[in-house]
């Protein structure tokens, strides 16, 4: 069957399996090479294989839950979404979580994903305690921070290239509420919003919405929404989905004058100083109330480039990075930026000390070629490209910015997974 990730770019053509035992899993791995899948939220090409890819979305039981740890044991089949439903209402949260609620354990280990609160807390992977895992040959091994470190820390952000995650010890952390309060503060340019993220640093969690498009003199004008978990309030949860995108939109509705427009609407809209309580779903998931949003952009697709660069001279370069794609037309609906801490021993983990940016790009050899001239940029300002959103990025540009990637090859060396686990992208990426 033709297979895509979230961002329909591209496609591949691939068998897909769905194993729901742990032996099943075990004789798909004795026939071939293969590549886990969990919800297929990221955007690329990470999670197909042209030959098997093994969507795991079905091995999805809790195993366990320790209630005076708050250690929950959990198949890496289960969406964030269920975790959430199940243990919001026992005082009980992911102490990370990315923006959609779709993303598998698994998913989540696999691109060490990271979400608002990231300069505080770090990365989903730093609070798994430990991960079983299936070694290309079926073995399983339990891997830690003490025991198969190795395996360990090239498994949380190996985007499935080392083995099949199974299982996973997550710590959770105590919420007493539902309802998150959310601030919003208006920046009128991007000087403004970096000293407000710093300011602000002790916030738990902080993201800004950026208006790509707007004058030169404004460029970088942002809505940051500020949040932190209410005390009360009740923990239920709203997870609806309310609005459906039933088929793709034509591509010409997203152009340059739509997007202007609908992001000048957004930053005038907005209260500047606005305090509320906001359901969790709203404040953290915002997207996944519609339904296959990702047709919007048409049948070809779409691209999401998120990067990092350091904070030093962070507003110039992101200056410099906005101004080149305002410059083009190029710009996209969804443009945020968030604040990153420290970088961790995940191998291929991508968050280091600096500032996020994430925006989406229909697809066309325009975008294309524009997203090549930015890799040089963002690699001159000695930033690094996500591997979970990526869908084009050379090999070249891949070995630039992940110097631990030669390490990474051999610890997949040491146990096995080297032609066993391969996907689209660690081809491209010139992965063995
Ligand atoms: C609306 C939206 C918002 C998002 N926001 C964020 C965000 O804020 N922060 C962030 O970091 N990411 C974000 N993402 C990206 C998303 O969280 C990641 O791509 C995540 O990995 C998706 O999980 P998944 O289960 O869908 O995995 P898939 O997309 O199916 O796979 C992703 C990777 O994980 C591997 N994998 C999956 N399951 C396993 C397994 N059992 N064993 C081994 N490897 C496995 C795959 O091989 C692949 O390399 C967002 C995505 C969307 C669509």
Redesign the pocket.
């Known amino acids: 069957m033709i297979v895509s990730?979230?961002g329909r770019y591209p496609k591949i053509d691939s068998n897909v399996s769905r194993p729901h035992t742990r032996k099943e899993i075990s004789k798909l791995l004795a026939i071939g090479q293969t590549?886990?899948?969990?919800?297929?939220?990221?955007y690329g090409d990470?999670?197909i294989n042209p030959i098997n890819t093994m969507e795991?979305r079905w091995f999805d039981q809790f195993a366990g839950f320790d209630p005076a740890a708050g250690v929950l044991t959990v198949n890496?089949g289960v969406q964030l979404r269920e975790i959430t439903k199940v243990f919001v209402p026992r005082g009980w949260w992911l102490p990370v979580t990315?923006?959609?609620s779709?993303?598998?354990v698994?998913?989540?280990i696999?691109?060490d994903?990271?979400?608002k609160n990231h300069h505080l807390v770090g990365t989903f992977g730093e609070h798994v305690k430990e991960i079983e895992i299936m070694l290309g040959n079926g073995e399983i091994v339990t891997a830690s921070a003490s025991q198969y470190a190795d395996l360990f820390y090239s498994t949380c952000g190996g985007?499935?290239l080392t083995g099949?995650?199974l299982s996973a010890k997550i710590q959770l952390a105590p919420v007493k509420s539902g309802l998150v309060k959310q601030k919003t503060i208006k920046a009128s340019n991007l000087e403004e919003l970096f000293e407000l993220f710093e300011e602000n640093a002790d916030v738990p969690y902080s993201v800004a919405w950026v208006d790509c498009l707007a004058p030169e003199r404004e460029l970088g004008r942002s809505v940051l929404l500020l949040g932190d978990h209410a005390k009360k309030g009740g923990v239920q949860i709203d997870s609806r989905q309310r609005f459906k995108i039933p088929i793709d939109a034509p591509g010409f509705l997203l152009n340059r004058w739509s997007i202007k427009a609908f992001n000048s609407l957004y930053y005038s809209k907005a209260k500047q100083g606005d305090e509320k309580l906001v359901g969790l779903f709203d404040y953290f998931y915002p997207?996944d109330k519609i339904d296959n949003w990702n047709r919007m952009y048409g049948h070809s697709g779409f691209i999401q480039y998120q990067f990092v660069i350091p904070k030093q001279n962070g507003a110039d370069n992101m200056r410099k990075l906005l101004g080149r794609i305002a410059y083009l037309g190029e710009g996209s609906f969804l443009a945020v930026i968030k604040l990153f801490g420290g970088e961790n021993d995940n191998l291929l983990s991508f968050p280091f000390s600096g500032y996020t940016l994430a925006l989406d790009f229909k697809v066309s050899q325009k975008t294309i070629d524009l997203l090549n001239v930015l890799d040089e940029l963002v690699i001159d300002m000695g930033g690094r490209i996500y591997l979970?959103k990526d869908a084009r990025m050379t090999s070249n540009t891949f070995r630039r910015t992940y110097p631990r990637w030669e390490t990474f090859e051999s610890v997949r060396q040491k146990y096995g997974a080297i032609g066993k686990f391969s996907?689209a992208q660690s081809v491209r990426l010139g992965l063995l």
């Not at 590549?35 to 990221?42: E, H």
Request: hydrophobic share 45%.
């Open positions: 990730g979230w590549i886990a899948r969990g919800s297929g939220r990221a990470s999670a795991m890496a990315p923006g959609t779709f993303a598998t698994g998913g989540s696999a691109s994903v990271h979400g985007m499935g099949v995650i997207l979970t996907s």
